[in-house]
């Protein structure tokens, strides 16, 4: 019998059923009552302010003209991070990347993605946020990835819209659109340089815990916008954990037994 946990996530992204923030927090709260695990602590993060605000993100700061990168302090509602970062602490793997041609690592780090069945309340209201700040609905949204780096670990020089000028990646074009925006969110401050830097915009940026840098990869007319070529610098000491939300120009085709 599934849990009044994912009901309330059911609500939240109207999977198979109505969508409604409402019904969403009063699952949630009945979950909480009855000792689901970790249903009282998401409550404590999600009713720490009204719906409509909390799932109302805060203003951005443009950071160069070179490209259309910005920085929206305070992304993530207070809490939030630390949530994020203990869903995904045991679940990690060896990151993969989708570059085309590539002979060599480039990311040399661990990830976990969120998909459909291992979402929360928590994770619906960071992506209805980010949903929200880039005018882009949740269904366009590619599952949600936290990344954790240890020191020496990094991500090189890449860049994160899919290059319409490789074969390979044409299938994919058509099945699931451009990546047209990227946000990344840092979780954590207990750590040394691991920047993220654009070297053609001239950007180099590391935020606070619950910061995000986001970045359109593609310019008005749809072309990938070179000047977002971009890496994560690697840690000096410590461990960084940010969220990737990499969003998409039509619908991501989850498979309807995900949705289940």
């Not at 927090?25 to 009855?34: P, T």
């Not at 993100?57 to 992304?75: D, K, N, Q």
């Not at 619906?124 to 882009?136: D, F, K, S, Y």
Request: contains cysteine.
């Amino acid at each position: 019998m599934e849990t009044l946990a994912k009901q309330a996530v059911r609500a939240a992204y109207g999977w198979h059923r109505p969508q409604s923030w409402a019904d969403a927090l009063g699952l949630l709260a009945e979950a909480a009552r009855a000792g689901e695990e970790g249903a009282a602590r998401q409550l404590d993060l999600v009713a720490q302010a009204p719906i409509d605000a909390l799932l109302t993100p805060p203003r951005v700061e443009r950071l160069t003209e070179a490209a259309a990168i910005a920085a929206c302090p305070g992304f993530l509602p207070p809490g939030f991070a630390e949530w994020l970062i203990d869903q995904a602490r045991n679940r990690l793997v060896s990151a993969s990347v989708n570059q085309a041609g590539e002979t060599q690592i480039i990311r040399s780090a661990r990830d976990f993605a969120f998909g459909p069945r291992q979402r929360d309340l928590v994770v619906a209201i960071v992506q209805e946020r980010a949903a929200r700040l880039v005018n882009v609905p949740v269904e366009c949204h590619e599952p949600p990835n936290i990344i954790s780096y240890e020191p020496g670990q990094e991500f090189g020089l890449h860049v994160d819209y899919i290059d319409p000028r490789v074969p390979e990646f044409q299938a994919e074009l058509r099945a699931m659109g451009q990546r047209t925006v990227t946000i990344v969110t840092y979780l954590n401050t207990d750590f040394e340089g691991a920047e993220t830097h654009f070297p053609e915009a001239g950007v180099t940026y590391r935020g606070e815990a619950g910061d995000a840098i986001l970045f359109v990869n593609v310019l008005p007319d749809g072309s990938p916008d070179y000047n977002t070529r971009h890496c994560g610098l690697p840690p000096t000491s410590g461990r960084k954990w940010v969220l990737s939300q990499w969003i998409r120009s039509q619908p991501f085709p989850f498979r309807p037994e995900d949705l289940a």
